[in-house]
């Protein structure tokens, strides 16, 4: 079995017969009589219509259709590349394409059509919202994606007719959209055309300079690459391996990101080849590995296994890279025919039917179901467009749990963002965690390989502050989703409030003016459906209190009231402002701990437990000395009957530092109480007391009274003490 490189070039002289011809190679037990009627019908609309190099227009859905089958997608993804084009450019009713050409094809091809019609206030806007659309239509059918991929491959080969401004404007559309879904749909062929294509617009003088020198050195290369294949197939021979081993200079993206990444000219880049073996299953993928290493030396820390964990978008290979023949650098990759095939084409590799129309499931990844929360938590299609963007741009590094599981994440992402790649409630919980062991800090950059706990407080919640820790989409939008919904809370409590103040002075109430069903009219002007959405629109000061008067019918809100009421609408203003204050401060901020149900009562922590903020805690009322609070986890909670037990919280606007105890046990040495007392204060915490002595084994133990204003500062200052060499262990007395 040989395989060769999928070619997209375009095909100035494809006939319908011709694509017609390949469709029954692809699908040889398939009635392709309707592939035809796709034809024609297009042929018809787009008759007498030329493209801008002067060729008929229906060339390119013909090239689009022959891009698909060599993805080797289905009859329906073949006829929508057809057809792409008729709704958007000859007014075609998607309607009558279901009703010819069924109602999949017609799905696949409004998924496809640019949103031309609207009208939107800026090109930016406009093409925000244009690909707004297609995302969530790709979203429930992958083919949309794939197809319009096809579309955009074609354009970009043929671009060469439209002016420079067009150019270059078509190629970042595409080096910073369709290049990263090609990637996260593992069409490894259709990324690596679309990305030398760009350089070649957006940079020319690179991209020919890249051209000039490769080919200078081309008799040179190609013996190079002969002699290479050569002892490799002997030596895969010799040792009984039977496979196909191809080799060629990278493609020119890949070399020009090679020097922009390390700063240097084409002449220091070494491994500008890449050598690819296949075999017919895994057992010799890692025997192949082992014969390349021991006839060649490999480079230290150039070795990646897919194998064994495979990218998110189901890409396996193996990845090393040796010192070949001559001490050139050389890479390889090693995979079988079947792994090879989805690299190529990605998720239309796996695009197999049980019957027409039902797709495997297997077909869609989970990350294109995430896109529709996205689309659900955004404003405005631009800052979807941005999310998007950021959530395609993964891969890099690969972050195990405790249990062994694997998580890719991007470059950059910190263990915030796995947190919330586990759950979105481990995210929210999350106080801190621990990398292959050692505490870090919630903005550490995580790196392949490391091993990610994550510690978790019932009583924690997410802050606005995440946001600029947080690198993936998907932590982004959770967090913001919930600080969205604490405000929605707040903002509909203080409207109820609001209205319901404002009613007073009519002698009516909410409950009573809902039950006559009187604010229908409102309702109705302001599109809202619920009791819920004008409380928030009025709590959010969008929504005057007058214009809600003015649609209540029993009111009879007149000139005389206006005037009475516009003298009446500071001390509204004034207590709109009082009761914001208030829900943002529900409480004192002297007060440590909120008791349920008690004011004025005396509150004091436990000294066998000393809870900080963070901790889960529970209040024992105590005979004459008020409420004492302990950790839940304290043994006192276990010997009090639960009769005595209140339910109390940490106040999270108390800003006062906790006592807290934490035991150190060292290597003794001399001077060692002097340096961790420095290493704690240098992290801005002040110790209250410390107890040291010597152990008989030749250790140390040391009890450290210090105070902190929560938990994650606890943490931090373990961390801190922890990266000492001396220390052997660090935690809470």
């Known amino acids: 079995m040989f395989t060769e490189r999928i070619d997209f070039s375009h095909e100035a002289g494809l006939t319908v017969d011709e694509l017609i011809n390949r469709a029954e190679v692809l699908l040889p037990d398939t009635d392709l009589s309707i592939l035809r009627k796709c034809f024609e019908f297009a042929d018809k609309m787009h008759q007498g219509v030329k493209r801008s190099s002067g060729e008929p227009y229906i060339i390119h859905p013909l090239n689009v259709a022959a891009t698909l089958i060599k993805l080797k997608m289905d009859l ?87 002016t420079k401004e067009k150019q270059q404007a078509k190629a970042q559309e595409t080096l910073d959209i369709y290049v990263p879904l090609a990637s996260r749909l593992g069409i490894n062929s259709v990324k690596a055309d679309l990305e030398d294509l760009c350089l070649r617009y957006l940079h020319p003088d690179i991209y020919y300079r890249l051209a000039e020198k490769i080919a200078m050195k081309r008799r040179e290369r190609e013996s190079y690459i002969e002699e290479t294949l050569r002892h490799i197939q002997d030596k895969m021979l010799e040792y009984s391996v039977v496979g196909e081993v191809t080799g060629r200079p990278k493609h ?128 405005s299609s631009s800052e979807f467009v941005d999310l998007v963007k950021n959530d395609l741009d993964v891969g890099g590094v690969f972050i195990f749990t405790p249990n062994g599981d694997v998580k890719e994440l991007r470059y950059g992402a910190t263990p915030l963002d796995f947190a919330y790649a586990v759950h979105t409630e481990v995210g929210n919980k999350t106080v801190g965690a621990k990398v292959n062991g050692k505490m870090v800090p919630l903005k550490y950059r995580l790196k392949s390989g490391d091993t990610v706990e994550i510690l978790t407080s019932k009583t924690q919640t997410p802050s606005k502050d995440w946001l600029k820790i947080c690198k993936t989409s998907r932590a982004i939008t959770k967090i913001r989703q919930y600080l969205m919904k604490i405000e929605r809370d707040e903002h509909r409590a203080i409207g109820e409030v609001i209205l319901d103040k404002a009613l007073r002075k009519f002698d009516t109430s909410v409950k009573s003016l809902d039950k006559k069903n009187e604010f229908r009219d409102l309702f109705e002007k302001y599109h809202y459906k619920t009791m819920e959405e004008l409380f928030v629109n009025i709590g959010s000061n969008h929504l005057p209190i007058k214009d809600v008067l003015v649609e209540i019918p029993s009111i009879h809100f007149s000139e005389t009231d206006e005037i009475e009421f516009k003298e009446e609408d500071k ?163």
Not at 105 to 131: D, L, M, P, R, Y
Not at 152 to 160: E, K, W, Y
Not at 328 to 356: C, D, L, P, S
Not at 646 to 654: Q, S
Request: hydrophobic content about 40%; charged content about 25%.
């Open 76 to 162: 329906d993804s073949i006829m929508a590349g057809l057809l792409h084009d008729t709704v958007e450019d000859c007014d075609v009713n998607p309607e009558d394409i279901a009703k010819m050409f069924g109602q999949s094809v017609a799905q696949i091809v409004v998924g496809c059509t640019k949103i031309s019609k609207i009208k939107f206030k800026t090109k930016e806007e406009s093409q925000a919202e244009n690909f707004r659309k297609m995302v969530v239509a790709m979203a429930q059918d992958l083919r949309v994606i794939i197809v319009k991929l096809a579309d955009r491959m074609h354009n970009m080969r043929t671009l060469q007719y439209m």
């Open 571 to 733: 001390e509204l203003e004034s207590f709109y402002n009082r009761t914001q204050r208030t829900a943002r401060k529900s409480t004192s901020n002297d007060n440590a701990v909120i008791v349920d149900g008690l004011d004025d009562i005396v509150v004091k922590m436990g000294r066998c437990c000393n809870p900080i903020p963070g901790d889960p805690i529970t209040g024992i009322i105590t005979r004459g000395r008020g409420i004492t609070v302990h950790a839940v986890k304290c043994n006192r909670v276990m010997e009090i009957e639960q009769s005595r037990q209140v339910h109390v919280e940490w106040n999270k606007h108390y800003t006062f530092s906790h006592p807290v105890n934490i035991k150190v046990t060292t290597h003794d040495k001399p001077g060692i109480l002097s340096k961790i007392s420095k290493s704690i204060n240098s992290a801005g915490i002040n110790i209250r007391s410390a107890i040291a002595r010597s152990m008989p084994d030749q250790k140390g133990s040391f009890i450290f009274e210090v105070e902190v204003k929560d938990y994650s500062e606890l943490l931090r200052t373990i961390s801190t003490v922890e990266q000492m060499e001396e220390v052997i262990s660090v935690g809470r007395a």
């Open 252 to 379: 020119f993206f890949s070399i020009y990101r090679k020097m922009q990444q390390r700063g240097v000219d084409f002449e220091q880049i070494q491994d500008l080849l890449a050598f690819r073996i296949l075999v017919n299953n895994i057992t010799e993928c890692y025997k192949v590995l082992g014969i390349i290493h021991s006839a060649f030396t490999p480079v230290p820390g150039r070795f990646k296994d897919y194998i064994a964990i495979p990218k998110v978008n189901n890409y396996q290979s193996l990845h090393t890279t040796v010192i070949g023949p001559k001490a050139e650098r050389i890479e390889i990759q090693i995979r079988t025919f079947e792994m090879h095939e989805v690299a190529e084409r990605g998720v239309a590799a796996h695009w197999k039917y049980k019957e027409r129309n039902k797709v495997d499931s297997n077909a869609k990844l989970k990350w294109v179901e995430e896109l529709m929360e996205f689309n659900q938590n955004v404003s």
